[in-house]
């Protein structure tokens, strides 16, 4: 048996972290194999192991799309745009009725699929909730005992993310840009963008937003979003 019919093996019985130290080992095996790569990527994606399966495919990107054939090279795009926490996104987005890829885009943004993920600011978890809005979310969804951690749990992130992100659709007249700007730098300064720049098309009006980093949320989030609608519609 090599590593890699081991972890399929374990794969099949949901050994998911067992199945993870034979696919560590496998790798080395891979280092010009750019078949043998997709393979471990795909194979660390079935273990819900979304950091290793978009990292192994980040590591040799160049080289995957310089020396494989057309479907192959299409098939990068699901590994590294992957449908990650579904049940939990679907259950989520339809709740509160929200786009489910629309969901993905803000994840794949906010954390990489990386539950444990934090940022300077504070926020916490796969959709970045900062605690003071996860403290806000929870008394308006009745989630009783918030406490910070929970924003480390991927159910707890994606429900409170999904109800945020609707929260601003709804504030925003359903406009996708103008809701992943508030998302990222609250809606205040949104509203105030708008009330100066409303009238330019949207290309134009994101060139207006003055904090750089919204500026640039806007343009990854709705990118990582027409890509999954390419993938997943």
């Known amino acids: 048996f090599s590593h890699v019919d081991k972890a399929k093996e374990l794969l099949l019985i949901e050994f998911y972290n067992s199945a ?4 560590e080992a496998a790798s080395s095996q891979f280092e010009n194999d750019m078949k043998g790569i997709l393979q471990i990527s795909t194979l660390y994606l079935k273990a819900k192991d979304y950091i290793k399966s978009q990292k192994i495919i980040a590591k040799y990107y160049s080289k995957l799309r310089t020396n494989l054939e057309e ?3 299409d098939y990068l795009y699901y590994l590294q745009y992957p449908y990650g926490f579904k049940e939990y996104i679907d259950k989520y987005s339809s709740q509160f009725g929200v786009d489910p890829l629309f969901v993905l885009a803000v994840i794949r943004e ?10 300077h600011a504070g926020a916490q978890g796969l959709m970045q909730v900062m605690p003071a809005t996860g403290k806000s979310i929870a008394n ?8 910070t951690e929970m924003l480390l749990e991927p159910e707890t992130s994606i429900k409170m993310g999904s109800y945020y992100l609707s929260k601003q659709l709804e504030s925003f007249g359903g406009n996708k840009y103008y809701a992943a700007g508030a998302y990222n730098g609250g809606p205040g300064a949104m509203n105030k963008w708008l009330a100066k720049w409303s009238d330019k098309d949207i290309d ?3 060139e207006y937003v003055s904090y750089d980093e919204t500026r640039n949320y806007i343009k990854k989030v709705m990118g990582s979003y027409l890509v999954y609608q390419m993938l997943y519609k």
């Open 71 to 73: 479907p192959y090279r």
């Open 140 to 147: 308006s969804l009745d989630i009783d005992d918030f406490s």
């Open 204 to 206: 134009e009006f994101i």
């Open 20 to 23: 993870d130290i034979e696919i």
């Open 110 to 119: 906010e954390s990489r699929f990386d539950p444990d993920a934090g940022s």
